[in-house]
C-alpha cells in the first residue's frame, strides 16, 4: 500500500495535477475570506467554506480522473495485477494518496482563523469543526470521483460523469423542492430509475436474466406498494434527494453544530465507494 | 516449476482456453508459440494472475495464484504484451516503485535497481522520462521491472513485436542471457525467434495445446522422410537415369528453375540423410554431372507448425462431417 501511495503522490505532483488543485482550492479560498472576513468583516470563517465548496464540483473531478481510468487506458493496470499487492491495497494506496494531495493545502486553509483571531474575536471551534467537516465532505466527494474513474477507460468521461453527479449532488436539495412529492410521482420516478439500473447491470454483467430481472422485479415491488400502501410513496422522492445530497449535510457545520451522525455518513460514503472502487478493479480481472 | 491444470477460460461465448494441462520445468527458454488470436496472451495472463481462469488450477512451485496470490506473484516476472510504463516517469522512479511494490527490503532497494538496470543495459537511460525513450529501450525497462526481485520465472510476451530488427537481436541476447539464471517463457507468432533461442516449444491453436516438446525432437518426431535438395544443369531425364541406381532415394520431383540450374527434391526413408548425400554425391560424380548444390531439407518449425493446425483443421472438419453423419442416422430414425 505505501508503495502505491507513494507513487501516486509522485505522479500528482511530477504532472501539473497536484498543484492546480491546490492552487484551485487556495486562490478560492483566499476570494471567500477576501470578501467575508475582510470586505465584509465578518468573523467567521466557516461562511467561507460555505461559500468555496461548491469548487469541489470543479476540483474533484480534476482531481480524480485520472486516478484509475488512467491506468487502464496506458495498460499499467495489467502490472499492478502482476504485483505481489492485493487490489483492496492498490484502491487503498491510491485513496490515501488523493487524501495527502487533497490535505495538503488543507493545513495552509487551517491558518487563516488563526490569523484571523489575531485581530479580533473568532470562535475558533466552529471554524475548526468546519474545516474538520469540509475535509470529510471532500473525501467522501473524492471516493465516488474515484470510484467513477474506475469504471471507463477514458479520463474526460470519467471527468464529465464526474463534474454531473457532483453537481447533481450539489443541487439535489433544490431540486428536491421542484419534484413530484404525489405518489404516483414516486413510482414513476422508481420505474425509470430501476430500469436505467437494470440496464447498467445487464451491460456489466453481460447477463440478460441479472438486469432485466432486477429491473422486472423492483419495478413489480414498486407497483405493488402503490396499489397497497400509496402513503410509503408519498414525499418519497424529495426525502430522497435530501438524503442523499452530501453537500446539504454540510450546512448543519457552518451553521454552528458540530453533527457527529454527518461525519459517521461522510465515512460510510468512503467505505461503500472504495469497496465498488475495489469491486470494479476485480470485476475486470474476470472480464478482461 | 509451474503446474497448469485443465484451465480454460471463457469470454462471453468464445472459448479462449480450452483445458490447458501442462508442467513447466526449472531452467529452460520456454516457447509458446500459436497463430495470433489462439489464446496465448489469455493464458499467460491467468498465469501471472492479471486475469481469472473461467476453471482450472495453476500452481506455482507450489503456491496457487488465487489462494496464495502473494507468494505465488513474487516467484514470477511479467512482461505483457504492451510494457506497462508510467511515461512520466523515469525508468529508475519507475523501478523504484515496481521494487517497492514487490516488498524488497528498503536496504537492498538501490543495489537491486542497479543490478537490473544493469542486466537489460539502460544505464545511459535511468534518468531521462519513459516517453522521450525509444520502444526498444522501454520493451527493455519492462523487462528490467520483471527481473526486479530476482523471480525463478520470467514470462515475456511477444517481446520484440514492433522493434527495428537490430533492437530483436539486442532482445533476443538479453534473453538468452537470462536463460541461464531463470525459467524463461517467452510467447511469439514468430517462428524463427523461437527457433533462435528457445530449448522447448509449447504450441497452441485454438485454445488448445497441439505440441510440447524438445525443440530438437519436433522435427525428428514429425516427418518420416528425409528431403535432399540438389541444384544441377542436368535434364530431369539424366537426373532420374542417375537416381535409379540408388535405392536409398525411394522418389524425385523437380521444384524450381534457377538461370540454367534446375532444383530438384529427392525423398529419402533413410534416418540420416547425410550418408544419402554422400551416395547422391558419388553417383553424380561417377555420370560426371557436376551439381552446384547439395543439402538436406531441414524441416523448419514453419513447416511442422502448418503441418500441425492443418491437420488440426481437418480433424476438426471430420469430426463435423461425423457429427453430420450421426444427425442425419438420427433424422431418418
Known amino acids: 500500500m505505501v508503495a502505491v501511495l507513494k507513487h501516486e503522490l509522485s505522479l500528482y505532483y511530477h504532472s501539473l495535477t497536484g498543484y492546480v488543485f491546490g492552487a484551485f482550492l487556495l486562490a478560492f479560498t483566499g476570494i471567500g475570506a477576501l470578501i467575508y472576513n475582510i470586505n465584509a468583516s465578518v468573523a467567521n470563517f466557516e461562511y467561507v467554506l460555505s461559500f468555496i465548496q461548491i469548487v469541489f464540483i470543479i476540483i474533484v473531478p480534476i482531481l480524480t480522473m485520472r486516478i484509475i481510468a488512467d491506468e487502464k487506458k496506458q495498460k499499467t493496470d495489467q502490472l499492478l495485477y502482476s504485483l505481489p499487492i492485493s487490489t483492496t491495497e492498490i484502491v487503498a494506496g491510491k485513496f490515501m494518496a488523493l487524501l495527502v494531495v487533497f490535505v495538503v493545502p488543507m493545513i495552509f486553509i487551517c491558518a487563516y482563523p488563526l490569523i484571523f483571531s489575531m485581530y479580533g474575536e473568532v470562535y475558533l471551534p466552529t471554524s475548526y469543526g468546519t474545516i474538520f467537516a469540509f475535509i470529510f465532505l471532500g473525501l467522501a466527494l473524492i471516493s465516488i470521483g474515484m470510484f467513477i474513474s474506475s469504471l471507463t477507460e477514458s479520463q474526460g468521461m470519467a471527468a464529465g460523469i464526474c463534474v454531473v453527479v457532483m453537481l447533481f449532488n450539489y443541487y439535489c436539495t433544490t431540486l428536491a423542492d421542484a419534484v413530484s412529492s404525489s405518489a404516483v410521482g414516486s413510482v414513476i420516478t422508481i420505474v425509470v430509475i430501476m430500469i436505467i439500473l437494470g440496464l447498467i447491470i445487464r451491460y456489466m454483467t453481460k447477463s440478460d436474466v441479472m438486469g432485466y430481472g432486477f429491473s422486472f422485479i423492483t419495478c413489480l415491488v414498486a407497483i405493488i406498494l402503490f396499489f397497497a400502501k400509496p402513503e410509503l410513496l408519498e414525499d418519497l422522492l424529495p426525502k430522497v434527494m435530501n438524503q442523499i445530497s452530501l453537500f446539504e449535510r454540510f450546512t448543519m457545520f457552518y451553521n454552528g453544530v458540530f453533527d457527529l451522525t454527518a461525519i459517521v455518513y461522510y465515512i460510510s460514503i468512503i467505505a461503500f465507494f472504495l469497496f465498488l472502487c475495489v469491486q470494479s478493479l476485480e470485476k475486470r480481472r474476470y472480464n478482461g | ?333
Do not use: W
Open chain 2, 1 to 333: 516449476m509451474i503446474t497448469v491444470e485443465h484451465l480454460s477460460k471463457r469470454y462471453g461465448d468464445v472459448l479462449a482456453v480450452d483445458d490447458l494441462s501442462f508442467t513447466i520445468e526449472d531452467g529452460h527458454i520456454y516457447g509458446f508459440l500459436g497463430p495470433n488470436g489462439a489464446g496465448k496472451s489469455t493464458t499467460l495472463n491467468i498465469i501471472t494472475g492479471c486475469l481469472a481462469a473461467t476453471s482450472g488450477d495453476i500452481k506455482i512451485d507450489g503456491h496457487d495464484i488465487y489462494e496464495e496470490e502473494k507468494e505465488a506473484k513474487k516467484l514470477i516476472g511479467y512482461l505483457p504484451e504492451i510494457p506497462p510504463l508510467y511515461v512520466e516517469q523515469t525508468p529508475r522512479e519507475y523501478l523504484k516503485f515496481v521494487a517497492e511494490a514487490k516488498g524488497i527490503a528498503k536496504a537492498e532497494l538501490e543495489s537491486e535497481i542497479d543490478r537490473v538496470i544493469q542486466e537489460t543495459h539502460i544505464e545511459e537511460m535511468q534518468n531521462r522520462l519513459i516517453k522521450h525513450l525509444s520502444k526498444g529501450y522501454r520493451q527493455r525497462v519492462g523487462i528490467a521491472q520483471a527481473l526486479l526481485g530476482n523471480p525463478s520465472v520470467i514470462i515475456l510476451d511477444e517481446p520484440t513485436v514492433g522493434l527495428d530488427p537490430m533492437q530483436i537481436i539486442e532482445i533476443r541476447d538479453l534473453i538468452s542471457e537470462l536463460g541461464k539464471k531463470h525459467t524463461v517463457i517467452l510467447s511469439s507468432h514468430i517462428l524463427s525467434e523461437i527457433q533462435a533461442i528457445c530449448e522447448k516449444v509449447l504450441i497452441i491453436y485454438k485454445g488448445k495445446l497441439v505440441v510440447y516438446d524438445d525443440i530438437t525432437n519436433l522435427g525428428k518426431s514429425l516427418s518420416s522422410e528425409n528431403e535432399i535438395e540438389i541444384m544441377t544443369e542436368a535434364t530431369e531425364e539424366k537426373v532420374s537415369e542417375v537416381i535409379n541406381h540408388i535405392d536409398a532415394i525411394s522418389s524425385f520431383q523437380q521444384t524450381e528453375n534457377f538461370e540454367k540450374y534446375h532444383c530438384y527434391k529427392l525423398s529419402t526413408a533413410m534416418e540420416n540423410p547425410y550418408e544419402v548425400c554422400e551416395l547422391v554425391f558419388r553417383a553424380f560424380v561417377a555420370n560426371s554431372i557436376p551439381l552446384v548444390k547439395l543439402n538436406p531439407v531441414q524441416t523448419s518449425l514453419e513447416d511442422i507448425f502448418i503441418e500441425l493446425t492443418s491437420s488440426e483443421q481437418d480433424s476438426e472438419l471430420e469430426e463435423m462431417d461425423s457429427d453430420y453423419e450421426e444427425y442425419e442416422e438420427e433424422e431418418e430414425e
